[in-house]
Each structure stands twice: as structure tokens, then as C-alpha cells.
């Protein structure tokens, strides 16, 4: 597979910078998302307008999905899912643009973003229920911890594994298939991959939000 022209890694190298694309690119999006939150915040008014009035109205589609999943007690952990939701999406549109690259489609991107969420599920779990949050790993009655027990291990290992897979998985294969296609037919494809493309880049970005709030909820759930 031919390596394409990045931009970032070429000037990165004009710098003698050594560091991977998808961190390069991953640094990139970190910095819209930042200036886009300093336009949107800069001059706030009651009557929100232009990027305020869009950016308010994305976060409070994320607020609304996070109650109606979460119930009240994930309000607390909507900064963590709107940054969530908001870099994995910018990161995924990164794909394209000519010479840009997707961190998300490279599997290191994702797996720090899939410890994140794993990680933080078991410490909210603890924080909520204290030492009653294990209960969650014995099952219904105690005799059954022996078979529990490693069945819910097992189950959270493939929650990392799938919200690391699925996303790069996809991704990774969008990039390919869009290379592909685009290398064929450079003058009839584009528009319509494209359009497919951005449809794939705000579903899996859907996705893998969405399984972040359902496995927080199951956290914040009490163990029967």
C-alpha cells in the first residue's frame, strides 16, 4: 500500500520532529477544537448566534442523549463524552481531506481513548458504591462468584477490545476503500465516496459515544 503525502508529517520532518502522524494529527484536532471553543466562548450573548448558537446546539443534542441514556446522574460526566463525541468526529473528517490523516484510524489512538473510558467506568463505580460497586462482578447470589467473576472480567477485557476494533476497524477501511476508489475513478467517485465518507465518520463516531454512556450507566447502576 502506498504511503500518501502528509502534510503534517512532511513539515514535522522540515523541523527534524519525529513523531507519528496520527499523534501529529491528534494534536491538530485537539488545537480546533480548542480555537473553536475560544470563538464560540469569547463573547457570549443570552440570545446565542453563529458559532455559539451551533456549538450550543451540538452540545445539548450530546446532554440530551446522555439523560435519556444515563439518566440525571451522567450530568455530571458530560465533558467527558462531549470531548469525547467532538474529537473523535473531528479526528474521523481529518480522513477527508487531502493530505490529512485520521488519528482514529490507527489502533493507538483508539486504545487510549477505549482505557480512558474502561478505566474511568470502574472508578465511577467505585466513587457512586464504594466497595458494594464489586458486587456487580459476583453475580446474583455469592455461590456463583467462581463463575461470575471471570465472566465479567472477560466482559469488561471485550469492552476495551471492542470500542478499540470497531472503531479503528472501520476507519482504517474507509481510508483504504476511499484510496482505492478514488485511484480508480478520480472523476466520477469522489462526490458520492465522499458523501459515504462522511456518513461513516459521524456514525462511528455515534457508536462508540454511545457504548461509552451505556457502559458509564452500568456503572452508576446499583448491583442487584
Known amino acids: 500500500m502506498i504511503h500518501p503525502f502528509l502534510f ?42 453563529g458559532l455559539q448558537n451551533f456549538m450550543e446546539v451540538i452540545a445539548g443534542a450530546i446532554l440530551d442523549l446522555m439523560e435519556q441514556i444515563m439518566g440525571p446522574k451522567g450530568r455530571p460526566y458530560f465533558p467527558l463524552i462531549g470531548t469525547l463525541a467532538l474529537f473523535i468526529l473531528v479526528c474521523n473528517l481529518f480522513g477527508l481531506v487531502p493530505s490529512f490523516f485520521p488519528p482514529t484510524a490507527n489502533v493507538n489512538t483508539n486504545v487510549a481513548m477505549a482505557l480512558t473510558v474502561v478505566v474511568l467506568t470502574h472508578v465511577i463505580g467505585i466513587k457512586e458504591h464504594g466497595l458494594h460497586y464489586f458486587k456487580h462482578f459476583v453475580g446474583p447470589v455469592w455461590w456463583l462468584a467462581p463463575i461470575m467473576i471471570p465472566i465479567e472480567l472477560i466482559g469488561h477485557i471485550a469492552r476495551l477490545v471492542s470500542l478499540t476494533l470497531r472503531l479503528f476497524g472501520n476507519m482504517f477501511g474507509k481510508e483504504v476503500v476511499l484510496m482505492i476508489f478514488m485511484t480508480l475513478v478520480p472523476f466520477l467517485l469522489p462526490v458520492p465516496m465522499m458523501l459515504l465518507g462522511i456518513l461513516i465518520c459521524f456514525i462511528q463516531t455515534f457508536v462508540f459515544t454511545l457504548l461509552a454512556m451505556i457502559y458509564l450507566a452500568g456503572s452508576l447502576e446499583e448491583a442487584h
Not at 502522524?21 to 464560540?40: D, E
Open 8 to 49: 503534517l508529517e512532511w513539515l514535522a520532518e522540515q523541523v527534524n520532529l519525529h513523531v507519528g502522524p496520527h499523534v501529529l494529527y491528534a494534536w491538530l484536532a485537539m488545537a480546533v477544537l480548542a480555537l473553536l471553543a475560544f470563538l464560540a466562548g469569547r463573547n457570549l450573548k443570552m440570545v446565542p448566534q
